[in-house]
């Protein structure tokens, strides 16, 4: 879901006004609030993607005024792993494709954080969405995909392919076991430990 746009801003007409806003090819390097804070009732689909946009020049607080907001398009930005977005339960669609993500956990844990209602997640090209398209293999584009949709359970919809019920109770599965191991891990070493301080209490001459 590569977004493209003619790099133009919609226009008010007589039935809505900006429902649809797009600051696309613009060069920007701080997004418009100005302009986009004008429409906080009103605004559905924000487009700022194509500009020199990054962690730098994002205000969380700000764009948390967009009430209705249900899609935000950052694409070929440069945003890293650990952007910071407002808590925004009305955005159902995010499109983050070529920016800078390196860090899939910590991105999927903000985004499942802060888009509670999101359906449609799209970032590809970025690193931490490998695919053969930026030399990654088969087993780690499924990896990545299981991953994503272990921790966004209501997602329908990432990178530009439906997710199927098959691929999502498959995604639970793996996912139940990792933690099934990680809680064996511990037990076991918990265990060990006790056993050791009460061999230790028993040689312990009083």
Not at 49 to 71: A, F, Q
Request: proline share 4%; charged share 20%.
């Amino acid at each position: 879901m590569d977004h493209q746009t003619s790099g133009q801003l919609s226009q008010p007409n007589h039935a809505s006004s900006y429902q649809w806003l797009s600051f696309a090819y613009q060069g920007l390097t701080e997004i418009p609030y100005e302009t986009i804070l004008t429409q906080t009732d009103t605004l559905e689909v924000l487009d700022l993607s194509y500009n020199l946009l990054d962690d730098s020049y994002w205000n969380p607080v700000l764009l948390g005024h967009l009430e209705k907001l249900s899609t935000l398009i950052l694409d070929c930005n440069s945003y890293t792993s650990h952007v910071k977005f407002p808590f925004m339960p009305s955005v159902t669609t995010l499109c983050i494709n070529k920016n800078k993500i390196n860090n899939l956990p910590v991105f999927v844990e903000e985004v499942r954080k802060k888009f509670p209602g999101i359906k449609i997640l799209s970032m590809m090209n970025n690193e931490a969405a490998p695919s053969y398209f930026n030399g990654g293999s088969l087993t780690q584009y499924i990896d990545y995909r299981q991953y994503v949709i272990s921790q966004i359970p209501g997602l329908e919809i990432l990178d530009d392919t439906e997710v199927m019920e098959k691929e999502r109770l498959q995604a639970r599965k793996t996912y139940r076991l990792h933690q099934s191991s990680h809680s064996g891990r511990k037990r076991k070493n918990n265990s060990s430990r006790k056993l050791a301080n009460m061999r230790k209490k028993s040689n312990t001459v009083i």
